[in-house]
């Protein structure tokens, strides 16, 4: 299959009326358009996405929020609540997401330069975690910095604060197990679009202060939990 994908208020599109059997192609397709190596200027804000779920999954919630770097003081944000317009399917998580951040970016008074996903990046069956989605959707250097495994093998980092080691999927390393705090479950961590695996572990150590999850993470989340 292939989709022609269009620019739509400065950044690119496709269509999300799919099936889950089109989106797993589409995903296919997107892949090999992912940026593995650095590609990104200087970095004065970074931000954090949250997207959650209510009424039973029904309803959408995403919230995104910008810092300023390295200072990681919040400087912007923003929120939204939307019908949810895709079932719940593992691996195609972005396509149930993406859409409800989107409506929400062009709010953004200022925009980053570097998007930290709460989710995988190429740590992902087909190597299109949300962050290469969004990523490339928006032509902005992202990083997956996700809680959990979802694909992978690995050892166990050591204990100390900036630790990690590679996850490989046989013998491709596809993200990094990092270790952000003493004494705390490592995150995982993968490339998004733009930013190379060393740097992405980079920011994401100098995005995390004395939590396990980055500030991005950490203020994204807080802002989602609000009520509206």
Not at 12 to 18: G, I, Q, V, Y
Not at 69 to 91: A, I, N
Request: charged residues 25%; positive net charge.
């Amino acid at each position: 299959m292939k989709r022609e994908l269009e620019p739509r208020r400065g950044y690119r599109s496709h269509p999300w009326d799919l099936t889950p059997r089109e989106a797993i192609a589409l995903q296919r397709e997107l892949a090999p358009l992912v940026v593995r190596e650095d590609r990104l200027g200087a970095v004065r804000r970074v931000a954090g996405v949250d997207v959650g779920f209510r009424n039973g999954g029904r309803t959408t919630r995403v919230a995104v929020a910008v810092l300023d770097f390295p200072s990681l003081e919040p400087v912007d944000r923003v929120t939204g609540e939307f019908p949810t317009c895709f079932p719940y399917v593992p691996g195609l998580l972005s396509f149930r997401e993406v859409p409800a951040v989107l409506r929400v970016w062009d709010r953004l008074r200022q925009v980053p330069d570097l998007l930290l996903c709460d989710g995988q990046g190429l740590a992902h069956p087909r190597r299109l975690g949300i962050a290469c989605h969004l990523g490339l959707l928006l032509d902005l250097p992202s990083i997956g910095v996700a809680k959990s495994r979802l694909i992978g093998e690995h050892e166990e980092p050591p204990q100390e604060r900036g630790a990690w080691v590679p996850l490989l999927d046989g013998e491709e390393v596809i993200g990094a197990v990092l270790r952000t705090r003493v004494g705390v479950k490592p995150l995982y961590v993968s490339i998004g679009h733009r930013v190379s695996l060393p740097t992405a572990i980079d920011y994401v150590m100098k995005c995390t202060t004395r939590y396990r999850l980055p500030e991005t993470t950490r203020m994204s989340h807080r802002l989602a939990s609000q009520e509206t």
